[in-house]
């Protein structure tokens, strides 16, 4: 619905490079909660380790100006060293990797290896009765997947949420 | 780096000298022992000792806004940190650098629910501008200068230092600030000058501007709250300030409309309403100074000049954002300003204003015979002490609306008050702090008698210091500001507002070893503000005022800047929308 307060509800992938130091995800993820902005998906790993830096990337909705303040709020945190804006700096790539657990006997069990090939997701575990596919893509990507696997025996899904980065030369 | 490891404690107290500390706010507990044993043994540091850690961080709040330096608090472990969190959003909220040491459990206790142990750092990050837990007594003078740095640059803030008993007790090396740079955080302070040139060509065509300065300009220092009044002039432009911004601006200039916002003048408030360009300096547009946002000051440009890229476009969009420090933006506009060149034509515009100051706003009855008013109790303290050097804390409610509306300040760095997070009890130990900065100034915490209770084991400080602060209580016997609301949003149903059981205040001042008097008649007035004024050491004047009293001019929550209740008659007339009832 397309209500009043609904338009203009833009989806951003943010990264930022931060201190890798105790306490950072939970600055981050505290002011999020703190100032009611969303968050669809986070992920943190440490990308420098000479000078102990860590990149997060942060998908949020919100309106064009909740995405300018989360941008100022997150560079005003002491140990952000930079925030970038993919969705508004150009073209990026943003990728999600699952790891998907299906269990069943028979044809759904070869219909669900046939899916799998066309998705190319690999076969990372199997045993008589189950397959884990592990499957890098789209936010969409993985949930056409997931909605496939649904009828042929899903048990457990687990997801990295989203990186994303730049197209191009350029560097954060 | 020095040769000689010393201990982490000696480390904390020769950081804190060689950062130009010479007094910490502090109480004593089991988790920073060593830090007291250090203290102890040397004389560059003075400690105060208040009677609650919440105190202390006040006091650090009221030393650190009338000096402009960074004000340092001292607690322990547990209880003394989670005492210390009030005053550290307090100081968040106004933007006051403070630097807050708390003691914790050795390091192998922690998380093990120690005795006094709390999660510090966890409970603080929301309130603290920056927070460390210090695990290796190697990483200690590093992140003291660091939180120093941090506190003071940019929008200053307070910043926690976790500093576990066993680090303290730990042999370390020593280096010095210099050697201390932050990795990563450097606050913009210079503006650009495109966004300069475009500001003095928007000032240059506006025929209705207003200056709207707020406390940035009181932290960015005396000069630029001094360019800031320069500008103003040079423009020929009228100003108003937020409660934060008072003394920014001399209120005795007749560019001055008065505080704007919730309680601020008519002519503040119909001027931002009413204005073709507003120009934002050093302040945030907070909810108590915008109104109804859709409503806000509707036909105007704005100009945002703020340190905190964060503060722009939050509440209210802006044309012309400019980031950086207030006073360096106010010279770089006084430096490019076309001098000679004819303003625009803003005589109709001084008329207007002139017949919205001619409403007189601030007016209230003075018929009743005897009993004080409580503007009338400010307007004669104002008078009979406009001779000395005075500083103004306050308490919140009421009486820190008239406080800010009958007493004028001419100067920067000379009025304290809880702005943000509106602090009951901030008055008092703040006071304290300004006094210990200010020893041969006059403090006056103008207090309600609800508030003062807040924190009143601060007396004990006062006394025990010598601390000549003069405690100025407006007592109506109720919590004013809420018996307003309630009077205004809940049919009067005055719910627990009012305090039944009142201590006597002049026997408790001297059950503190302080001087108290009561004044019950206006007639008595003058003689008591002199006699609190002559009287050696801490004083309480206790001032029975009229209990009905209500503060306005108001714009009720929820309601704009040109829906103004300007007194009782108003209030009948105009009740508050449901939409307005929900706001705080």
Redesign the interface.
Known sequence: MMGAGMDGLERHAIAVLVDNEPGILARVVGLFSGRGYNIESLTVAEVDRRNSLSRITIVTTGTRMIIEQIKAQLSRLVPVHKVLDLTDEGPFVEREMMLIKVAGQGEVRIEALRLADIFRARVVDSTIGSFVFELTGSAEKLNAFIALMEPLGLVEISRTGSVAISRGAASL | MSAEPISGAEIVIRALVDQGVDVVFGYPGGAVLPIYDALFKQNALRHILVRQEGGAVHAAEGYARSTGRVGVVLVTSGPGATNAVTGLTDALMDSVPIVCLTGQVPTHLIGNDAFQEADT??IT??CT???Y?VKDVRDLSRMIHEAFY?AKSGRPGPVVIDLPKDVLFAPGPYSRPEDAR????RPQTIPEAARIAQAIDMIAAAKRPLFYGGGGLINSGTEACAGFTELVRLCDAPCTLTLMGLGAFPAGDPHFLGMVGMHGTYEANLAMHDCDLLIAVGARFDDRVTGRLNAFSPGSKKIHIDI???S???NV?VDLPIVGDVGQAVSALLAAWPRGKPAQDRNGWWRRIEEWRARDCLRYDRSGRGVIKPQYAIERLFALTRERDVYVTTEVGQHQMWAAQFFKFDKPHHWMTSGGLGTMGYGLPAAIGVQIAHPDALVVDIAGEASILMNIQEMSTASQYRLPVKIFILNNQYMGMVRQWQELLHGGRYSESYTAALPDFVKLAEAFGANGRRVETAAEIDDAIRWMLTTPGAVILDVAVDPKENCFPMIPSGAAHNEMLLGPQDEAERPVSEEGMVLV
């Open positions: 750092t966890g990050r929301p501008k920056h927070n837990l941090v932050h990795k990563s955080y905190d890229p964060s722009i476009n939050k969009r």
